[in-house]
């Protein structure tokens, strides 16, 4: 099964759920009334109707918002499109669709009724059940992703770094984009994106891309600090400097701190989070 997602805050909108729940059921059972409105709130079949589709749309809008919450949990609509678009639908819409029929047949069977022989119920009634439910699957996945931007952002303010003077002529600081590198006789331009950590060895400051080469940096780990962003890198312990996409999974370890795993592989093991900054850690990779 796939590892627990970040999690989002939660979808408040228990007020919205319950509002949609008597407005569809109010829908509904007019889908299945005849004359006019007056005279039908003076009968009990009225409230029978209205009270039973009320029953089945909590138990459609209590259903379909659990599901997304668990698929929210282990199937990311962004990481697993594909397979969370197929869980959606089965369990978002087909599942759902096919407890109100279950439901409704059984109401419908307490009247002495068949609900496919007897009514009109497949014909007015449940094809507006179902794009309800449709609707109500596309609801959740806006609010999805305004949720996900949202965290975003708030992840970006907290973690963007203030911007200060630099010397003389008012100057603010600007994050690097590529740092040039020296091999042999060469100068070479190694983007930040392809970087995934910096690290201090034996008196010495290197780099690590992507592809696992190393190279020496004159700067020190402040000054690198200083100059990368604080969305993508994240200063693990004194001696590492960490790209986000660099990180492949993290372990308790003792007195509060982490165990990291690279991706390269770190040539200094274990690479320990350390246990003040384990807790901001885990704020940055949560995102």
């Given at each position: 099964?796939n590892?627990?997602?970040?999690?989002?805050?939660?979808?408040?909108?228990?007020?919205?759920?319950i509002f949609?729940?008597?407005?569809?059921?109010?829908?509904?059972?007019?889908?299945?009334?005849a004359?006019?409105?007056?005279?039908?709130?003076?009968?009990?079949?009225?409230?029978?109707?209205?009270?039973?589709?009320?029953?089945?749309?909590?138990?459609?809008v209590?259903?379909i918002?659990?599901?997304?919450?668990?698929l929210?949990?282990?199937?990311?609509?962004?990481?697993?499109?594909?397979?969370?678009?197929?869980?959606?639908?089965?369990?978002?819409?087909l599942?759902?669709?096919?407890?109100?029929?279950?439901?409704?047949?059984?109401?419908?069977?307490?009247f002495?009724m068949?609900?496919?022989?007897?009514?009109?119920?497949?014909?007015?009634?449940?094809?507006?059940?179902?794009?309800l439910?449709?609707?109500?699957?596309?609801?959740?996945?806006?609010?999805?992703?305004?949720?996900?931007?949202?965290?975003?952002?708030?992840?970006?303010r907290?973690?963007?770094p203030?911007?200060?003077?630099?010397?003389?002529?008012?100057?603010?600081?600007k994050?690097?984009?590529?740092?040039?590198?020296?091999?042999?006789a060469?100068?070479i331009?190694?983007?930040?994106?392809?970087?995934?950590y910096?690290?201090?060895?034996?008196?010495?400051?290197?780099l690590?891309?992507?592809?696992?080469?190393?190279?020496?940096?004159?700067?020190?780990?402040?000054?690198?600090?200083?100059?990368?962003?604080?969305?993508?890198?994240?200063?693990?312990?004194?001696?590492?400097?960490?790209?986000?996409?660099?990180?492949?999974?993290?372990?308790?370890?003792?007195?509060?701190?982490?165990?990291?795993?690279?991706?390269?592989?770190?040539?200094?093991?274990?690479?320990?989070?350390s246990?003040?900054?384990?807790?901001?850690?885990?704020?940055?990779?949560?995102?």
């Amino acid at each position: 099964m796939n590892q627990p997602n970040l999690q989002l805050p939660g979808y408040k909108d228990r007020g919205l759920r319950i509002f949609a729940a008597v407005a569809g059921a109010l829908m509904a059972t007019e889908f299945g009334g005849a004359g006019d409105i007056l005279p039908r709130l003076l009968s009990w079949r009225f409230y029978a109707e209205f009270g039973s589709s009320l029953v089945i749309a909590l138990v459609l809008v209590e259903l379909i918002a659990y599901v997304t919450r668990r698929l929210d949990r282990y199937y990311d609509w962004k990481k697993n499109p594909v397979p969370r678009t197929a869980l959606q639908v089965v369990f978002g819409v087909l599942l759902p669709a096919v407890v109100d029929f279950l439901l409704a047949a059984l109401y419908f069977r307490l009247f002495g009724m068949n609900i496919i022989e007897d009514t009109y119920y497949l014909v007015y009634a449940f094809p507006y059940i179902v794009s309800l439910i449709l609707l109500f699957n596309l609801y959740y996945l806006v609010y999805y992703f305004i949720l996900r931007s949202t965290i975003f952002e708030r992840k970006v303010r907290q973690l963007r770094p203030v911007e200060r003077n630099t010397g003389g002529g008012g100057r603010k600081r600007k994050e690097k984009e590529v740092f040039v590198v020296s091999s042999g006789a060469k100068n070479i331009p190694v983007p930040v994106e392809g970087i995934g950590y910096f690290y201090h060895d034996q008196g010495h400051n290197y780099l690590c891309t992507f592809e696992g080469k190393r190279h020496l940096v004159t700067w020190s780990l402040n000054k690198l600090e200083g100059q990368l962003s604080r969305e993508r890198f994240f200063r693990v312990n004194r001696k590492m400097i960490v790209n986000y996409k660099a990180c492949k999974h993290f372990e308790p370890a003792r007195y509060g701190k982490l165990e990291l795993f690279l991706e390269p592989e770190a040539e200094i093991q274990p690479v320990i989070v350390s246990q003040g900054r384990a807790r901001r850690f885990k704020e940055w990779v949560e995102r």
